[in-house]
């Protein structure tokens, strides 16, 4: 919190703290983690709470990428050196909670053997994952005791706020997420909005049903944000 300004996180000035040496030397102590013998409760919290640290940790230690050029390497380059094998954000993200849906780890890759293979994706990690950017849902604790009801809880909180799903007479505005990983939610806007209406809870769940009823219903994508916390 000594790096935390009004206007966001000095990472400059965290980089060189006493602190962050501290937590590095910590880290270190991850080269030993391996998620073979994880059961799949605990695979998927340790993996979203590795992700969102990583991110903190790598735009402290390798910068934050701010471009659409480096964002892409930044993903699938950046990473931590597990007893399982190396893991980008790439890796977390797509090759073991997604079940490797983009193929992204290939045949004979023994880090296959990490991914969560009941070939079914949980795309409520969509609303736990955060990449850094201002679009992205806010970090929070996942246990392997009660990873599926911490889920269920972020996945109706992301959905109540405006920000990420906004009801307005036929038209349902959705964070950009829905589009970037729409197979994980259905094949076309109205599927998407069908698969998310069960975490749409009270008014907004009846103005959902409203939408989805009228021959006029619109899916549209909110712009997503990516500044970051970084102060400039």
Known sequence: TSHTTSVGVDYPSLKSSPDFLSFEIATSELQ???????????KKSCVI????????????KVGIPTTKKNRGP??????????????????LENGILRSNRNAILE???????????????????????????KSCPPIKKFTK???????????????????????????????????????????NEREK????????VGEKGERVD???GREDFEGEYFVYDWGGDGVK
Not at 49 to 60: E, P
Not at 74 to 91: E, P, Q
Not at 193 to 200: A, F, H, L, M, S
């Open 32 to 42: 030993s983690l391996s998620f073979t013998s994880m059961s799949p409760s605990c």
């Open 49 to 60: 709470n590795l992700y969102n640290l990583m991110i903190k940790h790598a735009f402290t």
């Open 74 to 91: 930044f993903f699938t380059t950046v990473g931590y050196a597990l007893k399982s094998g190396f893991y980008s954000f790439d890796h």
């Open 107 to 133: 045949p004979g890759d023994s880090r296959l053997e990490t991914v969560l293979s009941d070939g079914l994706v949980d795309n409520r990690i969509h609303f736990a994952l955060n990449c850094g950017a």
């Open 145 to 187: 005791e009660a990873v599926e009801e911490e889920l269920e809880v972020t996945a109706k909180g992301y959905c109540e706020d405006e920000g990420n799903v906004k009801v307005e007479g036929g038209k349902v505005t959705l964070n950009m997420i829905f589009n970037w990983y729409g197979k994980d939610f259905g094949c």
């Open 193 to 200: 909005v069908e698969t998310i209406r069960k975490w749409c």
């Open 210 to 212: 409203e939408a989805l």
